[in-house]
Structures are given as structure tokens and as C-alpha cells.
T-cell receptor, first 110, second 106 residues
Framework: EAGVAQSPRYKIIEKRQSVAFWCNPI?????LYWYQQILGQGPKLLIQ????????DSQLPKDRFSAERLKGVDSTLKIQPAKLEDSAVYLC????????FGPGTRLTVT | GIQVEQSPPDLILQEGANSTLRCNFS?????LQWFHQNPWGQLINLFY???GTKQNGRLSATTVATERYSLLYISSSQTTDSGVYFC????????FGAGTTVTVRA
């Protein structure tokens, strides 16, 4: 069974630029999550989708972050414009009951 | 939101030793999962355990939901067990603890 796929794996941008991350969940998983993990901390939920509807986006900085999940399958997370404090690993996960994580995208904002 | 406390924050083990990691949480939950983040950053789901006891090889976990805690047991530790162990709890979404960093020395 294929796992959660994410791309790119690494991205370096300058502040005020924009960036997008892509995620393809495990086939058949209705729930998809985007997390932000800052070095030394546990993952923090940014947004949770059930099929293509948003279940929770209470911790998503909506002035600069956006996410969509078209057709209830893959998803993109965008940051525009990026700030220095957005430097982190962005993790995508999907679930039926157990959550399965992708490898993450390490973002460095300079 | 739900508060999740994990202890100890750091644990150093000699290969072959046993250990217990603890997760306390502040509210009633119907979802509790344990994860291992390996040194390369990949998060691996170890257990989905909102209540009761489960075992998987050298690892086992127990959740006492009424007392709001869960325990993860590592037996006969190996160097490959090194990494950060996270407890995550919630109702319709998960909140992660700060993790326990485990170092197993050969």
C-alpha cells in the first residue's frame, strides 16, 4: 500500500515570496491534515479536511496561508507572503482511524 | 484546548533496557495515538489506543481514559528505537504533546 506522498521535500525561499506544497493521501482516506512542525516541538494542526470540506482551520493563519482539497483527494497548502517564522517542516497526514504521515516538506525562509 | 504533558522529556537507555513513557491529558478524549519520529524526521504511527492495552512486538501501550493518562512501554530497547515519541489526543482532531526524546546507546 502506497503511503502519503508530499512534494517538494525541501524548499528555500526569501521572505515575502510565495510557496506551495502538495500532498497525495493514502487511497481511500477521507480525512486529510496539514501540520506545521517547528524544530523541537510537536506537530501543530493547521487544517483538517473531511473529503473536500474543511473540518477545522482554527489555527491556520488565514491572512497568509490557504489550503484546498479539490475532488476530495490530493491537497495543496500555500503561503503568501512567507515570513521568517514560517520556517518549519510541513507535514501532511491522512486517516481512517490511525493517522499516517508523509515525509514532510522542510521550508526555510531567508 | 486539550493540554498534553509527556514525561520524561529526555531518556537515555542502554541497549536491552526497558522503559516507560507517560502521557497525561487534561480532558476526556475518544482518540489517542502514539507516534515515533525517527532521526530522519518520519513520523510512524505506533498505536491507536483510546482505551485498553495493545501490544506490537517489543512495544505495548495502555490507556486509562477515566484517569486521563496513557503509558508506552519499550522492552529490550534497540538503537533503532532512538528518536522522539509523541502522544496525540483529542476528540475530532489531535493535539500533540512536546514528546519524549529517547536515545538508546549500544
Amino acid at each position: 500500500e502506497a503511503g502519503v506522498a508530499q512534494s517538494p521535500r525541501y524548499k528555500i525561499i526569501e521572505k515575502r515570496q510565495s510557496v506551495a506544497f502538495w500532498c497525495n493521501p493514502i487511497s481511500g482516506h477521507a480525512t486529510l491534515y496539514w501540520y506545521q512542525q517547528i524544530l523541537g516541538q510537536g506537530p501543530k494542526l493547521l487544517i483538517q479536511f473531511q473529503n473536500n470540506g474543511v473540518v477545522d482551520d482554527s489555527q491556520l493563519p488565514k491572512d497568509r496561508f490557504s489550503a484546498e482539497r479539490l475532488k476530495g483527494v490530493d491537497s495543496t497548502l500555500k503561503i503568501q507572503p512567507a515570513k521568517l517564522e514560517d520556517s518549519a517542516v510541513y507535514l501532511c497526514a491522512s486517516s481512517e482511524l490511525k493517522q499516517y504521515f508523509g515525509p514532510g516538506t522542510r521550508l526555510t525562509v531567508t | 484546548g486539550i493540554q498534553v504533558e509527556q514525561s520524561p522529556p529526555d531518556l537515555i537507555l542502554q541497549e536491552g533496557a526497558n522503559s516507560t513513557l507517560r502521557c497525561n491529558f487534561s480532558d476526556s478524549v475518544n482518540n489517542l495515538q502514539w507516534f515515533h519520529q525517527n532521526p530522519w524526521g518520519q513520523l510512524i504511527n505506533l498505536f491507536y489506543i483510546p482505551s485498553g492495552t495493545k501490544q506490537n512486538g517489543r512495544l505495548s501501550a495502555t490507556t486509562v481514559a477515566t484517569e486521563r493518562y496513557s503509558l508506552l512501554y519499550i522492552s529490550s530497547s534497540q538503537t533503532t528505537d532512538s528518536g522522539v515519541y509523541f502522544c496525540a489526543v483529542g476528540v475530532y482532531k489531535l493535539s500533540f504533546g512536546a514528546g519524549t526524546t529517547v536515545t538508546v546507546r549500544a
